[in-house]
């Protein structure tokens, strides 16, 4: 399936091939376009924005399965909101929820983020609550944490957003136009100095795409997973690079009810330490929508669980919660990212002695391959790919 204007014989070659139609992989593909190179995308799964996921088949309101949220009133994406003119929603109180940390003295390169806390005598309770959203701290760089102020992220008061009519609003105007091919799984990249040809497994059958550069998007896991085979294989830094990184488990449970469950007054109810999850109420028309979500260790508690039996681990805490007996949902749905091939995990965190393996699986190579997207920043929200892509391809550009 082919999405877009510009149609190309597959035997043609492109200035750039653009693995992955993510946030990253659109904003790489439109800033290539808009300067007049001729770019492909390919995209194995059949939908564009990859952890960005908007379901709109399952109740009234359109679901976020992957990213929910725009953090804070300064992110860049604030433009594709505004571009896409779109509607968003303030979600639940500020983020600020942990008092400015004091570290001084810089930590060691191998250093995880909960020994050097304890190295620095602070206490436990006044450590950033990271685990909720992510890994627990042992499991962290603290050179990274330190050298990109998470120590201090959740101290400074950030507000939340919802796009109303679903975040994939903002992928329209990065993707508008562009040749993307869905439902084209890339198998192997044969690069040299002279270009790559992609063996890509598509509907029609197994293909191959040839261009002058590549920018891959591919998540960390699926980089991690050898499922993508580089031929020749890839330099020892960037071997390295992607196997320091590590990305979280997520899981969201989303369940639809025939009447109301959520106390009025509240919007969200905050982390329960014994459940591992945090709840929030997406819809409160009828039928009224609840979300159920947890990270690392807490979603792997879940995600060790068959399907039927996260679901009712998720309603008996959400009772829990509220104290309440809870109905029958009327509908449920989930997405299992540590399941899907195409992601093979959920987000991605920085363990310790990984802190320079995002600027090193940056770099390019050879000027010919050029990573791009979440395991390039470090970070992982939809805000750092969609910066990636633009800043990617103007380092890419600059090397024509
Ligand atoms: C559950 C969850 C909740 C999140 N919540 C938030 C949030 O609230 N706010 C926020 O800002 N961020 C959030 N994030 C993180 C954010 O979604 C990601 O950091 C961001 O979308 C990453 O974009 P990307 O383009 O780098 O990678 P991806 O979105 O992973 O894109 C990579 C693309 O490559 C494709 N691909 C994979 N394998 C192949 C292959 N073999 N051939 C071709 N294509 C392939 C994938 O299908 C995908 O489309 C969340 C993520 C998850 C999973």
């Known amino acids: 399936m082919t999405v877009g204007a510009s149609f190309r014989t ?31 995308v390919v995209e194995a799964r059949d939908r564009i924005g990859g952890q960005l996921y908007t379901d709109r088949g399952f109740t009234s309101v359109p679901v976020e399965l992957g990213a929910g949220l ?13 571009e896409a003119e779109a509607e968003t929603v303030l979600v639940g109180p ?16 191998g250093e995880d983020a909960a020994a050097y806390l304890n190295r620095l005598g602070i206490p436990e309770d006044r450590w950033p609550p990271v685990s909720i959203d992510n890994e627990p701290m042992h499991r962290w760089s603290a050179r990274w944490m330190h050298d990109s102020g998470l120590f201090d992220w959740w101290s400074t008061p950030r507000e939340n957003f919802r796009v109303v009519d679903g975040y994939d609003r ?54 991690k997973s050898g499922d993508v085979v580089f031929s020749p294989e890839l330099p020892d830094d960037h071997r390295e690079a992607i196997r320091a990184l590590d990305r979280t488990d997520a899981l969201k449970l989303v369940y639809e009810f025939d009447r109301p469950v959520f106390p009025a007054e509240e919007d969200v109810l905050g982390w329960d330490e014994d459940t591992g999850f945090v709840f929030w109420c997406l819809s409160r028309e009828d039928p009224e929508v ?16 068959t399907v039927e039996d996260r679901f009712t681990a ?12 809870i109905p029958e949902p009327v509908a449920r749905t989930t997405h299992d990212w540590a399941m899907d ?3 093979a995990g959920a987000y991605l965190f920085v363990p310790p002695g990984a802190h320079d393996a995002p600027a090193a699986l940056a770099a390019p190579v050879r000027g010919v391959l050029y ?29 024509l």
Do not use: K
């Not at 990249?189 to 002058?212: N, Q, Y």
């Not at 609840?290 to 669980?305: D, K, P």
């Not at 990573?371 to 890419?396: I, K, Q, R």
């Open 10 to 40: 597959l035997g043609e070659r492109w200035d750039v091939v653009v693995i992955g139609a993510g946030v990253a992989g659109l904003s790489a593909a439109r800033n290539l376009s808009d300067h007049g190179l001729s770019v492909v």
């Open 70 to 82: 725009i953090h804070g009133r300064d992110a860049y994406t604030w433009e594709l909101v505004a």
């Open 94 to 109: 500020s983020d600020q929820t942990a008092d400015p940390l004091s570290t001084p003295e810089p930590p060691h390169d």
């Open 170 to 223: 903002i992928l329209s105007p990065l993707a508008h136009g562009l040749d993307i091919r869905l439902s084209h799984a890339v198998r192997r990249v044969h690069w040299s100095d002279r270009g790559v040809v992609l063996s890509v497994d598509a509907l029609e059958g197994p293909t191959e795409i040839r261009a002058d550069r590549c920018v891959i998007t591919l998540p960390i896991g699926v980089l």
């Open 290 to 305: 609840v979300v159920a979500w947890a990270a690392g260790e807490n979603a792997r508690r879940s995600t060790a669980m």
């Open 314 to 325: 998720g309603l008996t805490a959400l009772a829990e919660a509220l104290d309440e007996t």
């Open 341 to 343: 091939e195409f992601s």
């Open 371 to 399: 990573f791009m997207g979440e395991p390039t920043t470090g970070e992982n929200t939809v805000e750092g790919a969609y910066v990636s892509g633009y800043d990617g391809t103007d380092l890419l550009m600059a090397d």
